[in-house]
């Protein structure tokens, strides 16, 4: 069974920076394609970043230069570093798999305010 349990969400001020980590389940993630995706109050789930099997990563226009996702084999979980945070990036963030998302954990909030 798959499973995706995302932490490190909380309360930061702007220009803060975060760590959020998603521990897999079911699935070598080193194997499949993953992506972070949030979902802000009032507004429909945005695609921020995805890695491929093969390494190759990929931002939203509206992170890149701020947020990096990565992965740790050995410990079968994926990390999003996220910088320089803004008020806008106020969100419930979520790991999925796939660059389309397909399974879905059960998020953790970020809050960027002073």
């Known amino acids: 069974e798959v499973q995706l349990v995302e932490s490190g969400g909380g309360l930061v001020q702007p220009g803060g920076s975060l760590r959020l980590s998603c521990a897999a389940s079911g699935f070598t993630i080193g194997s499949s394609s993953l992506s972070w995706v949030r979902q802000a109050p009032g507004k429909g789930p945005e695609w921020v970043s995805g890695?491929?099997?093969?390494?190759?990563?990929y931002n939203a226009d509206s992170v890149k230069g701020r947020f990096t996702i990565a992965r740790d084999k050995a410990k079968n979980t994926l990390y999003l570093q996220m910088n320089s945070l803004k008020p806008e990036d106020t969100a419930v963030y979520y790991c999925?798999?796939?660059?389309?998302?397909?399974?879905w954990g059960q998020g953790t909030q970020v809050i960027v305010s002073s």
């Open positions: 890695i491929i099997s093969g390494g190759s990563t």
């Open positions: 999925t798999t796939g660059l389309v998302p397909g399974y």
